[in-house]
């Protein structure tokens, strides 16, 4: 099995956003996945309950029995805001990929590079057991601010895999809990072509 922790101190990073779409482009493509929420708000198991039968299956991360089920291919983790010491190492111990997503503000700035500190400092990424990337989420690239997300993020000496502009289809799909990958491709076929970066970082690394 294959993990992918998607986690930021900051709260409305925009971890959810990432973590449902990405348990819906493995599920679209007939891979065995499951959804773990390791935040009290259950945002993403909120997500999964809505979810249409008719869809391509997601499991519940809270499911002892799917997490250690031999036929999953694929567990994407949604972790809380303010995840740090134990709890951090505890879910890095598990991955084998950390993506970061980060908004193009001063206070997502400040709170994302403290993080990566803490990151550099985990044992099992300083081993090379798990490999950290960043996500810029909800990036309009005509403003300063975006400008100034780019000017961080390429500091950071991290992979940088993609930019998601702010788009009203990813709240539409969130209120029907589907994935941008559940709907027609014409229909979002310029934010599909911003996932592609991500996704092929997670397919080809393994």
């Known amino acids: 099995m294959r993990t992918v922790l998607i ?3 900051k709260g409305g990073s925009g971890k959810t956003t990432v973590a449902t779409n990405l348990a819906g482009y493995f599920a679209t493509r007939g891979r065995r996945v499951i959804l773990s929420d390791l935040d009290r708000q259950q ?9 249409p039968y008719k869809l ?6 809270d499911d002892r029995k799917s997490k250690t089920s031999k036929d999953v291919e694929w567990m994407i983790i949604d ?5 740090r010491g134990d709890k951090l190492s505890d879910a890095i111990k598990q991955a084998d ?14 709170a994302t590079r403290d993080f990566l500190e803490l990151l550099r400092e985990e044992k099992a990424i300083r081993k090379q057991r798990a490999f950290v990337a960043m996500a810029g989420v909800r990036v309009d690239p005509r403003t300063r601010t975006a400008a100034s997300l780019q000017s961080f993020m390429e500091s ?3 992979p940088i895999l993609t930019y998601l ?4 289809v990813y709240r539409l799909a969130a ?6 990958f559940d709907i027609r491709p014409s229909l979002v076929a310029r934010d599909l072509q911003q996932w592609a970066p991500l996704l092929h970082w997670l397919v080809n690394a393994d």
């Open 79 to 83: 972790s809380p805001a303010g995840l």
């Open 175 to 180: 209120e029907q809990g589907a994935s941008l």
């Open 165 to 168: 502009r702010e788009a009203q």
């Open 97 to 110: 990929w950390v993506i970061v997503p980060v908004q193009p503000s001063a206070f997502d700035i400040g």
């Open 43 to 51: 945002s993403a198991m909120q997500w999964l309950q809505r979810r």
């Open 7 to 9: 986690a930021n101190p």
């Open 156 to 158: 950071t000496g991290l």
């Open 56 to 61: 391509p299956l997601i499991r519940p991360g």
